[in-house]
């Protein structure tokens, strides 16, 4: 996806009510996407395949790109990695897949970027861990290393310390000033501040060494949901670098969606991040795409992008005696996914049509009226009949066994009058 179609699909301001403006840092061009300052929040991925196998991984790149991912990340952990890189940039081009690619290296990235020059300039950005790039000594030549890789083939780097591989050198030093105050800070707030300092200061040095401020990406990922709050709103007050947002190893199924909605959600409601990762471990035989479903809904349930119609949907209760209302639902919300990448074309704006699928006339109707479309099913007892309201008003009352393919026709046909215009001459 290019610049323009991200920021085409930016969602309305939300008011009063809605999220803080975003907090200004300096914008970020990777490839075509732009990360910070006015940009939209930026949605990004990443893949768990070995990268050395150039088609499982062209093929995974695809599948998140084509749910929304508008970065890809992938691991370059070896020379055999590292040159697949290209091969993968270029049949993800040969494909249509217009999506940026970034690197993780750790421990040896400034042997691979120097042994594949391929590689160094197929990547869009590379990610850099200042706990990992090398231990004693060669830690800040190998840094250097990096960044001046960066600068050769002008490249945006992010910065992206963590938890799990918290700079030992750094965390001691401010371990031992901390004991030599009068008053010492607690250690977890000692430590909290070794992650922080190890982010700013890798920046400085980058900047130092010559990479400019505009081509920095910052992270500091931990795995607790008030620590990752606590650790941003500092970051965000110490500098304006562009900041990724995610926390790290949330864990499985709903746990790892909660986790990270909730610490994402505090800080984007504070204006803080210009891009984000929902590290989700998936479950077994579950897609990778996921993680990029859930961003995007993150995103949109708070009113800061749009991305596909969203379908409102009561829980069902005892009135509901059957699942038809469920599936329904599930329907309904699978097929505006479904149709939305041919609709981002066809018929833009579609993408902030907002349906609603109800169980019952208690809060049926009602909430069907706030939709542009939406639908109150009968519940026990009710007459079978299953009112439909557009914008507000009752347009026709849906029966029998094929109501489920007649309201999906209804939505079609709404956004073929209302989004298709646009995009047509005359
Ligand atoms: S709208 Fe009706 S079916 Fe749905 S939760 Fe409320 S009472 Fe139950």
């Known amino acids: 996806m290019n610049d323009e179609a991200v920021s085409a699909n930016t969602a309305p301001c939300a008011g009063m009510f ?42 995974q790149v695809a599948e998140l790109w084509r749910a929304g991912s508008e970065l890809v990340r992938v691991t370059v952990n070896t020379p055999e990695a590292a040159a697949a890189v290209p091969r993968i940039v270029e049949k993800l081009a040969m494909m249509g897949v217009e999506v940026p690619i970034i ?53 945006p780097v992010r910065i992206g310390a963590n938890w799990g591989s918290l700079d030992q050198a750094l965390a001691a030093k401010l371990m031992d000033e901390n004991h030599a105050l009068a008053v010492p800070l607690d250690a977890a707030e000692v430590l909290r501040e070794a992650l922080i300092r190890s982010a700013l200061d890798s920046a400085a040095r980058a900047v130092e060494i010559g990479l400019p401020a505009d081509r920095i990406i910052l992270s500091a990922k931990v795995s607790g949901v008030q620590e990752l709050v606590a650790v941003y709103r500092e970051m965000s007050r110490r500098s304006d670098f562009a900041l990724h947002l995610g926390l790290t190893e949330a864990g499985i199924g709903s746990k790892g969606i909660v986790a990270s909605s909730a610490a994402l959600g505090v800080l984007l409601q504070e204006g803080i991040g210009d891009t984000i990762r929902i590290s989700l471990t998936p479950e077994p035989g579950q897609s990778r795409t996921t993680e990029v479903i859930v961003a995007q809904e993150l995103l949109q349930t708070m009113g800061l992008r749009a991305f596909t119609p969203m379908v409102t949907a009561c829980p069902g209760c005892g009135r509901t005696t059957s699942s038809f209302f469920q599936e329904l639902a599930k329907t309904v919300q699978e097929h505006v996914r479904a149709k939305m990448p041919e609709w981002k074309v066809t018929h833009p704006g579609a993408e902030n049509l907002t349906l609603a699928v109800m169980g019952c006339v208690v809060n049926g109707p009602g909430e069907s009226r706030h939709a542009n479309i939406g639908i109150s099913l009968p519940g026990t007892g009710e007459a079978p009949s299953a009112p439909v309201f557009v914008d507000g008003e009752k347009t026709v009352t849906l029966r029998g066994e094929h109501i489920a393919r007649e309201f999906v026709a209804l939505i079609d046909g709404y956004v073929e009058r209302k989004f298709a215009a646009a995009t047509r001459p005359g």
């Open 18 to 59: 809605g999220p803080a403006p975003r907090r200004a840092t300096r914008q970020v061009r990777i490839g075509k996407v732009r990360v910070g300052g006015d940009a939209p929040v930026v949605v990004q991925s990443m893949t768990n395949t070995d990268t050395a196998d150039v088609a499982s991984t062209t093929k």
């Open 103 to 155: 690197g993780d290296f750790h421990y040896n990235g400034h042997q691979l970027l120097a042994n594949e020059p391929a590689c160094a300039e197929a990547l869009a950005k590379y990610r850099i861990n200042p706990g990992n790039v090398g231990f004693g000594k060669k830690r800040d030549t190998q840094f250097a290393q990096l960044v001046e890789f960066a600068i050769r083939h002008g490249k």
